[in-house]
């Protein structure tokens, strides 16, 4: 917009000489555009949705086969998200977002009160303690409750990263639409043990949609499962940028590293925020490109093949059936 308004202002100066005559049409333009973002906000309300540590009976290890949810796995979550998440969603460049954290009612009043801590000076950050996932659901459709004609929904979670940008591009994709699924499908990868490896990566249906809908009975994002986004037809993949980072680590439930080319730290830590502590262990700690190269190749044959394998599926509606 920028270069737009700077090309305004030398066309109505070179064309009036009028310096004050110029300003008043570049202000009157600032104006229509402000009234113009400002009245598509005013329709709906933005939500981005974490679980934090709800008791599951499907969710009791990890992939290394350690127990979930004890306070080592809680210490080190809080951790995470103090380092990652937290940062990142503070980072967004667009604020008109309100972001629900739900924990159990279980959490050890340590982690409470520090969690408490972290978050308070947030404004747009509530906190819930809830009695497990049998309430998640039922409990979010309570909090999305409000008077906007439409909604959208995101989710994260509490180990990963969102660019700055990630809000407000999701937000761009709003048009009135009854109901729409977007699937940010480029991000990266980062790697924290046993070893600091950062890679790009490409990955459909995955943690990051979001939902559109009209408010009326509104399902939000967390109906489904991100997996299952993969049977729904009103769903578009944005693939213009990078918009998220996946953090891998010891205690994660499923993942595994498995990003590649060369990619520096240094180029996208101003767009993907954490901590200053781990902005400068992640410059110092990352192992070079060379170390890595072969696992690289490896990563990014196996990253294409699923990527190119379900949309495949999905464009012969093979995920219809199943």
Same mark, same amino acid.
């Given at each position: 917009?920028?270069?737009?308004?700077?090309?305004?202002?030398?066309?109505?100066?070179?064309?009036?000489?009028?310096?004050?005559?110029?300003?008043?049409?570049?202000?009157?333009?600032?104006?229509?555009?402000?009234?113009?973002?400002?009245?598509?906000?005013?329709?709906?309300?933005?939500?981005?949705?974490?679980?934090?540590?709800?008791?599951?009976?499907?969710?009791?290890?990890?992939?290394?086969?350690?127990?979930?949810?004890?306070?080592?796995?809680?210490?080190?979550?809080?951790?995470?998200?103090?380092?990652?998440?937290?940062?990142?969603?503070?980072?967004?460049?667009?604020?008109?977002?309100?972001?629900?954290?739900?924990?159990?009612?279980?959490?050890?009043?340590?982690?409470?009160?520090?969690?408490?801590?972290?978050?308070?000076?947030? @404004?747009? &950050?509530?906190?819930? !303690? $809830?009695?497990?996932?049998?309430?998640?659901?039922?409990?979010? %459709? #309570?909090?999305?409750?409000?008077?906007?004609?439409?909604?959208?929904?995101?989710?994260?979670?509490?180990?990963?990263?969102?660019?700055?940008?990630?809000?407000?591009?999701?937000?761009?994709?709003?048009?009135?639409?009854?109901?729409?699924?977007?699937?940010?499908?480029?991000?990266?990868?980062?790697?924290?043990?046993?070893?600091?490896?950062?890679?790009?990566?490409?990955?459909?249906?995955?943690?990051?949609?979001?939902?559109?809908?009209?408010?009326?009975?509104?399902?939000?994002?967390?109906?489904?499962?991100?997996?299952?986004?993969?049977?729904?037809?009103?769903?578009?993949?944005?693939?213009?940028?990078?918009?998220?980072?996946?953090?891998?680590?010891?205690?994660?439930?499923?993942?595994?590293?498995?990003?590649?080319?060369?990619?520096?730290? @240094?180029? &996208?830590?101003?767009? !993907? $925020?954490?901590?200053?502590?781990?902005?400068?262990?992640?410059? %110092? #700690?990352?192992?070079?490109?060379?170390?890595?190269?072969?696992?690289?190749?490896?990563?990014?044959?196996?990253?294409?093949?699923?990527?190119?394998?379900?949309?495949?599926?999905?464009?012969?509606?093979?995920?219809?059936?199943?």
């Amino acid at each position: 917009m920028i270069n737009f308004v700077h090309l305004i202002k030398f066309y109505v100066f070179y064309k009036s000489n009028d310096l004050n005559f110029t300003l008043q049409i570049i202000n009157l333009f600032l104006h229509k555009t402000y009234f113009v973002f400002n009245k598509k906000s005013q329709m709906f309300e933005h939500y981005l949705i974490t679980r934090f540590n709800l008791k599951n009976p499907n969710w009791d290890v990890t992939k290394n086969n350690e127990e979930l949810l004890t306070d080592s796995w809680m210490k080190d979550r809080i951790w995470l998200f103090e380092n990652f998440c937290l940062p990142s969603v503070q980072s967004q460049t667009n604020k008109n977002f309100t972001w629900l954290i739900y924990l159990d009612t279980t959490t050890a009043e340590k982690y409470k009160t520090r969690i408490t801590d972290l978050t308070s000076a947030t @404004e747009n &950050i509530k906190l819930f !303690f $809830i009695n497990g996932m049998n309430e998640f659901y039922p409990e979010i %459709q #309570k909090a999305v409750t409000n008077n906007k004609p439409y909604l959208i929904t995101s989710r994260i979670d509490n180990d990963d990263v969102i660019s700055s940008f990630f809000i407000d591009e999701v937000q761009k994709k709003f048009a009135s639409q009854n109901f729409l699924a977007i699937d940010v499908i480029k991000g990266y990868s980062l790697q924290i043990k046993p070893t600091y490896i950062l890679g790009k990566k490409e990955h459909v249906f995955n943690p990051f949609i979001s939902l559109i809908e009209k408010n009326n009975n509104p399902k939000t994002v967390w109906f489904n499962d991100h997996t299952q986004w993969k049977k729904e037809s009103r769903i578009i993949q944005v693939n213009d940028k990078r918009l998220w980072m996946s953090v891998i680590h010891e205690k994660n439930k499923v993942n595994e590293f498995d990003g590649y080319d060369n990619v520096k730290w @240094e180029a &996208i830590n101003s767009e !993907f $925020i954490v901590s200053e502590e781990l902005r400068d262990l992640i410059s %110092q #700690k990352s192992i070079p490109y060379k170390d890595w190269m072969f696992l690289s190749l490896k990563n990014m044959l196996y990253v294409k093949m699923v990527f190119f394998s379900k949309k495949i599926k999905k464009a012969i509606g093979l995920y219809k059936i199943k």
